[in-house]
């Protein structure tokens, strides 16, 4: 019993020394709920272990300037506690500052985003359509071949056939004489329908039967039918992406029937001529000759004939005549009128304003000027003095074709310099002063075709394709007779 009362006042003592060092604490926690602390001293440990130590301390100013930021963000009070400040209005207004310009510069960005979304939804749009007409092109029939619209007995009695609608003040230029007084040069009879401006030529596709064994393959008819491109040689730099090479149908000493010549016309001043012995020569590249022009060389419209090259000045319609074998000018003339330096070139450009070329009847020029509106006019040239002998109007433009060349008197065109099959679309005679649609079939194997010539020494289409030195063989038809 004795021992019991014991036990119950030590405890009592115990309790009563322990009730006057803990201590109670009350408050909310960071959700707002009530929150009892109780502590107590340890009786027997002076201090606790060290268990978190500075990286704890390092941790809780983490968490105050964490607090601190979201306050600032939020427009509220600073949370670190124990500092007792809040964050002043001008740190608070830049912040607000830069919050608003970050989402105006996204809302822009956002704006951009939607406009770019709609312009490429756009371009598909118009990808399909484009593909969906090009099916549509690819499948449609070609159409009837249209006859003529007949013309007027008035029109035909007065030997001028000129469109509907074109005043009598544009009559000259159907009916004009040339300077010698001739009035062959008429415009082209097979455009006498249509609007009053140069109408685009569009080639009809017929077919073209092969020639048979008795046509004169070699005659002097039309043109019937170009064979595939023979490769000769390819240009070794960039110089030679478009040029000239000829033949002289009717050398002269020094130099032989076999003779080949070759001017790279890529740069601002071509002089250069090179010669080559024959096309085995050339193929391997090894020039015989190299000639220095006086003058330089505007674009690849030159042609050879009985020992002269003749070419075009550059930046002028000034045609030189340079003797190869005294290596001098030997005449100059001024093409009356002719366009020159990209006025009134070929469709693939290069300054081709003037084309001179050599056939069985003698030297022409292919050019346009100002009076004739673009359209193609053939001149017959006097070999010897350049002077301008007759002259034919054509009524198709010169940059709507790829190139021409001229046999027989007759002018070719070539419809384009890029496709890879495209069509010899149009003829004009100079024997009859008449012109037609025609549909020959003509390959540009490399693309880029910007020289077509006829060269009478081969009876030969000579080409320059991309880099490429190529020729085509050619059918002609037996000549009509009247």
């Known amino acids: 019993m004795l021992l019991l009362l014991y036990v119950c006042m030590c ?8 009730q006057d060092r803990a201590s109670l604490w009350r408050g909310n926690d960071r959700n707002g709920r009530c929150l009892y602390t109780f502590t107590v001293p340890s009786p027997s440990e002076a201090s606790c272990p ?41 740190s608070l207004s830049g912040l607000q500052e830069a919050l608003n310009r970050a989402m105006g510069e996204r809302s822009l960005l956002q704006g951009e985003k939607e406009r770019l979304e709609r312009e ?23 159409p009837p071949h249209t006859a003529p619209v007949p013309v007027s007995p008035q029109l035909q009695d007065s030997g001028m056939m000129r469109p509907a609608g074109v005043s009598s003040s544009m009559s000259h230029l159907i009916g004009r004489p040339n300077r010698h007084g001739d009035t062959s040069s008429l415009r082209d009879p097979a455009w006498h329908y249509g609007h009053p401006g ?27 039918l170009v064979g595939e ?15 000239v090479w000829m033949q002289d149908p009717e050398a002269m000493s020094p130099y032989g029937p076999r003779m080949v010549w070759r001017i790279d016309t890529v740069g601002s001043d071509v002089r250069k001529l090179f010669g080559y012995e024959d096309m085995e020569q050339l193929s391997k590249g090894f020039p015989t000759k190299v000639l220095l022009l006086p003058e330089a060389v505007e674009s690849n419209g ?43 070139p070929y469709s693939w450009g290069g300054y081709t304003d003037i084309d001179l070329s050599v056939d069985e009847q003698g030297m022409w020029a292919a050019y346009s000027t100002n009076k004739a509106k673009g359209a193609i006019v053939i001149s017959q040239l006097d070999p010897h003095s350049l002077e301008v002998k007759k002259s034919w109007e054509t009524n198709i433009r010169k940059n709507s074709v790829a190139n021409s060349f001229i046999i027989c008197g007759k002018l070719y065109t070539v419809a384009s310099y890029t496709s ?27 693309r880029y075709n910007s020289m077509i010539d006829y060269n009478l020494a081969q009876r030969k289409l000579f080409a320059w394709d991309s880099f490429h030195i ?4 050619i059918k002609m038809g037996p000549k009509q007779v009247n």
């Open 470 to 473: 190529v020729s085509y063989t």
């Open 229 to 243: 491109p023979v490769i000769h040689r390819k240009a070794d730099n960039i110089a030679g992406k478009y040029g």
């Open 198 to 224: 140069f109408q685009e030529l569009k080639a009809e596709v017929t077919e073209v039967p092969a020639p048979d064994a008795s046509e004169d393959s070699t005659g002097c008819g039309e043109l019937v």
């Open 302 to 344: 030159a042609t050879l004939y009985r020992g002269s090259l003749y070419y075009q000045r550059r930046r002028s319609r000034t045609i030189l005549r340079y003797d190869l074998a005294s290596e001098s000018i030997a005449a100059r003339r001024d093409l009356p009128h002719a366009g020159f330096h990209g006025q009134f």
């Open 50 to 90: 060290q268990t978190g130590g500075p990286e704890v301390e390092g941790l809780k100013a983490r968490l105050s300037l964490l607090e601190a930021l979201v306050s600032r963000l939020t427009g509220g009070e600073i949370g670190v506690p124990g500092a007792g400040t809040s964050a002043s209005p001008a």
């Open 11 to 18: 405890t009592l003592l115990l309790k009563g020394e322990a």
């Open 120 to 142: 490429v939804e756009g371009l598909q749009r118009r990808l399909d359509e484009t593909k969906r007409e090009t099916e549509k092109l690819r499948n449609r029939p070609c």
């Open 420 to 446: 890879p099959n495209t069509t010899i679309n149009y003829m004009y005679d100079t024997e009859t002063s008449q012109g037609k649609a025609m549909a020959i079939p003509f390959r540009n194997k490399f």
